[in-house]
């Protein structure tokens, strides 16, 4: 079983509406990162989240450690927005990332 | 057995030295990555390669030049150090381009003084 799971694992979606992106972790873990990747394969870093909320722009994540889980929400989607998500956890004292599978967003014009 | 291994782990210079960060997997994959985690913990690509060949290579200064000799080997030489490039450098690997499952190495940390 992965350590990380995410859901839904593809997402299509009109222009528009609001996203919501899940991950779900099943060990103890010290941050949570959000990236999103383009089709050529670079990931930029959206958020790095140890506990409540953060905001950038149209994109919205939050984080309960108790429940393990997190969450990414875009408001407004756009087609540019249409990329991979990945939600990877640091361990305590490990700076290696531990990924899931993603999940896939298309946003349709 | 570490999957994908970087040397050194630590790395103290000056600045206006040169120096290279080793990167080697035992995966068999055939795409490797060099990424920059800055003081924010963000992480950053800088270059891909697949098969020893370049396939991205992001607005990076030209004093960084990846080297690949074979596909099981990404290095990352760094010409002329500034204070701007103390980070943490990260190599990665993964099956095929743009695929998800992305293994990362433990990290370099460069302190440049």
């Known amino acids: 079983k992965n350590e990380v799971e995410q859901s839904p694992q593809n997402l299509t979606a009109q222009e528009g509406e609001f996203i919501t992106i899940n991950c779900s972790y099943s060990v103890g873990i010290s941050a949570l990162h959000w990236l999103q990747q383009h089709p050529g394969g670079g990931i930029v870093s959206l958020f790095m989240l140890s506990s409540g909320k953060k905001k950038h722009g149209r994109l919205i994540a939050t984080i309960n450690i108790q429940e393990k889980h997190s969450s990414l929400h875009i408001t407004a989607s756009h087609p540019r927005d249409s990329a991979v998500y990945i939600c990877?956890?640091?361990?305590?004292?490990?700076?290696?990332?531990?990924f899931g599978t993603g999940t896939r967003l298309t946003i349709i014009p | 057995d570490t999957a994908v291994s970087q040397t050194p782990k630590y790395l103290v210079t000056q600045m206006g030295n040169d120096k290279s960060i080793k990167c080697e997997q035992n995966l068999g994959h055939d795409t490797m990555y060099w990424y920059k985690q800055d003081s924010k913990k963000f992480l950053k690509i800088m270059f891909s390669y697949n098969n020893k060949e370049l396939i991205i290579n992001e607005t990076v200064p030209n004093r960084f030049s990846p080297k690949s000799p074979d596909k099981a080997h990404l290095n990352l030489h760094i010409n002329s150090l500034e204070l701007g490039d103390s980070a943490v450098y990260f190599c990665?690997?993964?099956?095929?381009?743009?695929?998800?499952?992305?293994?990362f190495g433990p990290g370099t940390r460069l302190t440049v003084t």
């Open positions: 990877p956890f640091e361990n305590f004292g490990n700076e290696k990332l531990t």
């Open positions: 990665a690997s993964s099956q095929q381009t743009g695929i998800l499952e992305q293994y």
